[in-house]
């Protein structure tokens, strides 16, 4: 497919050459085409929300976002995860940028890298709303904590 400069109504943006639709609101088409930017961009957030939408990720994310730095030991006690499945998931996290790992001693703590997801998961309120909490009869992966352990 072609493609040619468009000059429309004072912003300038690539348009395939045989559109096959027409243009009611030239500056629309202009606005939705620089909101899509590079397919590159696309992609790259794509990734993120698949990262966010595995419960067991996003429920690690967010408790390295509001922990910070945090062992996989006391990431499984948070997340009501073993070890092995933080482990996995931590490592699939770090090849995509998304955690950092640093050494303390024999420990390795993991914060979060990527500042774009930082920024997504302070949107999410701190609390889950009650409607979203399970009822103490039902079965969850994510265990409503009743108290915390003394420190």
Known sequence: MAWQP????GCVHLVPVDLSHRVIDGEAVCAALG????????????????VLADPSRLALLLCIHRAGPIS??????????NDTTVSQALRLLR??????????GRIVRYRLADNHIAA?????????????QPSRHSQSRY?????HAAH
């Open 72 to 81: 996989v030991t006391d990431l499984a006690v948070a997340a009501g995860l």
């Open 6 to 9: 468009s000059a429309i109504i």
């Open 143 to 147: 265990p409503v904590n009743q108290g």
């Open 35 to 50: 909101a899509i930017g590079d397919c590159g961009d696309v992609s790259g957030w794509a990734q993120r929300f698949k």
């Open 120 to 132: 997504l998961l302070d949107q999410l309120p701190a609390e889950a709303p009650e409607h979203d």
């Open 95 to 104: 090849a995509g940028g998304i955690v950092a790992a640093r050494r303390d």
